[in-house]
């Protein structure tokens, strides 16, 4: 990579978000980048109180607002603390990266979302499950979920690691010929993997699948029946082109194809296999343009039980 990636890592102080950071090592993130290491204590934090503005008339401050100021300000030290240990983890792990932190009374989902809006990181890490500063909120449902949905950039929510130290990195790249599904298959060649690290192009079909008869053209969709398995190795060649995209990126890459629904196909086959990430597109072949995340890779992301990886 000649351009420093960005990457954008949420951090909340749980369990899943150190394995998130664990993650990191298995995600092919080059030896340089630049961090941003963000942390949220989900609180309002009201102006300080100034008791010396009018010594005449001093001004008098209730308890309990006194109380909501210390408390506040409080679960901002914590979460700056909190910050603070994760971008040295992440430095340790990273010596090169240019790493920072910041911590911030704001709710952290949208947080996360307007930092990626103006950022314009190359990657938002967050971890499957977690809870606010303020605690008891799980993630995925809430914060991760939003991020999910509303960020504007690729998304990773980051399991921690299932292989055994020495065996190689499993990587499923759920395919359909979309435009997304490709930028899933460009992701996984532009990062820095380990030798021997294998890739499976997951295709699940019903009935039909569409195909773009022209690369010039990939606006026009033809649309063939695969529903009887004689007709697989054509859909084996339509995703060939994607597979030695990946072994010239010094991948081990091969093509699967699975009859089922996507949804619970590539959740089972990344347990089947040990995958440990899944990588799919924002939306499908089948999506809506006006929704932000398909079907499939909100279940994905949500069912899966090792990282994936949602490719805008």
Not at 88 to 94: D, N
Not at 101 to 115: F, G
Not at 172 to 187: H, M
Not at 240 to 265: C, F, H, Q, T, Y
Request: aromatic share 4%.
């Amino acid at each position: 990579m000649n351009e420093r990636l960005k990457i954008l890592i949420a951090y909340d102080g749980s369990e899943c978000a150190d394995a998130a950071l664990e993650d990191l090592k298995n995600a092919g993130l080059p030896k340089t980048a630049e961090a941003l290491v963000m942390t949220m204590a989900d609180v309002f934090l009201p102006p300080p109180i100034n008791e010396e503005v009018d010594t005449t008339f001093p001004m008098t401050v209730p308890a309990g607002v006194r109380r909501a100021h210390e408390r506040a300000e409080r679960k901002l030290e914590e979460a700056g603390l909190m910050a603070k240990r994760a971008s040295e983890q992440v430095k340790k792990s990273f010596p090169e990266w240019q790493v920072r932190r910041e911590a911030l009374a704001d709710s952290p989902a949208w947080a996360l979302i307007r930092t990626a809006d103006e950022w314009k990181p190359d990657l938002l890490v967050v971890g499957a499950h977690g809870h606010s500063v303020l605690g008891g909120r799980l993630i995925l449902g809430s914060v991760s979920q939003r991020v999910l949905y509303e960020a504007s950039c690729p998304v990773r929510v980051a399991r921690g690691p299932r292989r055994n130290a020495g065996s190689p990195l499993r990587l499923i790249i759920g395919v359909d010929n979309s435009e997304y599904s490709k930028a899933a298959v460009d992701a996984v060649c532009k990062r820095n993997w380990p030798t021997g690290t294998e890739v499976r192009l997951l295709a699940v079909v019903d009935t039909v699948m569409a195909i773009t008869p022209d690369s010039s053209q990939p606006e026009v969709i033809n649309w063939i029946e695969v529903g009887d398995e004689d007709n697989w190795e054509q859909v084996r060649q339509i995703f060939e082109p994607s597979a030695a995209k990946l072994r010239s990126a010094g991948l081990d890459a091969a093509v699967m194809i699975r009859r089922g629904n996507p949804k619970d196909e590539i959740v089972a086959e990344a347990d089947g296999w040990g995958a440990d990430c899944i990588f799919v597109g924002a939306k499908g072949m089948r999506g809506v343009d006006r929704l932000l995340l398909g079907s499939v890779s909100a279940a994905v992301s949500a069912r899966a039980n090792c990282s994936v990886e949602i490719v805008r």
